[in-house]
């Protein structure tokens, strides 16, 4: 079957560093996507890796290993503006659909 | 600007309508697709098309409609079968198979009474 796994919710302090995880199992692998979705609003791209290791862009970091089905979304230097939910998603099998995780809602607090 | 429109944002119906929500989108990608979110879940995929005049359904298509007749426009009808409409739909699209990079309109919010 296919599966994401990622935490429901976590909280961290502005400034602080967090990092969000994501395990997955699916019968196919093209790439695992990173989503930020503020409350009501649509999900905006972040990362993208298809390749083991780790991208950085900005304050926003994404590692992946393929071998262990693991993913991580680090966030440096945490503003309030990052409180939202991050989506790990996965991109598998011929047809170009993503697999979404359920999100982790974080909560960034003064 | 490109980017992809939906409209309305917010959409209130009477149980036992039939309801379509619109999704354009002028990025000139092949592949479109509609999700449901509900409060907790993730994003599930309801239908989804790779090119003009084709679309295949997603997770969890029972109770909705979908048609391809323009390459800017999908259109999704949730009908009365479908038994609990009320959700916040989302509509994607993405460049097809080049890539799984999927670009997000701003959604509609359902509330069916």
């Known amino acids: 079957g296919q599966n994401i796994d990622q935490p429901t919710e976590m909280t961290a302090t502005e400034g602080a560093i967090v990092q969000i995880n994501c395990t997955y199992q699916?019968?196919?692998?093209?790439?695992l996507f990173w989503y930020q979705q503020h409350a009501g609003e649509a999900p905006t791209f972040l990362s993208y890796n298809v390749l083991d290791g780790l991208e950085e862009k900005g304050r926003f970091s994404s590692f992946l290993s393929r071998s262990k089905g693991y993913s991580y979304l680090l966030l440096k230097e945490l503003q309030m503006k990052d409180s939202a939910s991050y989506l790990c998603a996965v991109g598998g099998g011929a047809t170009n659909k993503l697999i979404f995780g359920t999100g982790t809602l974080l909560a960034v607090q003064p | 600007d490109g980017g992809i429109t939906q409209s309305p944002k917010y959409l209130f119906r009477k149980e036992g309508q039939n309801v379509t929500l619109s999704c354009e989108q002028n990025?000139?990608?092949?592949?479109m697709y509609w999700y449901r979110q509900d409060p907790g879940q993730g994003l599930r995929l309801i239908y989804y098309?790779?090119?003009?005049?084709?679309?295949q359904k997603g997770d969890i298509a029972e109770g909705y409609s979908v048609s391809r007749e323009k390459k800017e426009s999908f259109p999704l009808t949730v009908t009365s079968a479908q038994k609990n409409p009320t959700a916040f739909y989302l509509c994607?699209?993405?460049?097809?198979?080049?890539?799984?990079?999927?670009?997000f309109g701003p959604g509609t919010r359902l509330t069916v009474t």
């Open positions: 098309s790779q090119i003009v005049n084709d679309f």
């Open positions: 994607a699209s993405g460049a097809g198979t080049a890539s799984y990079e999927q670009y």
């Open positions: 699916t019968s196919g692998f093209n790439g």
């Open positions: 990025l000139n990608h092949d592949a």
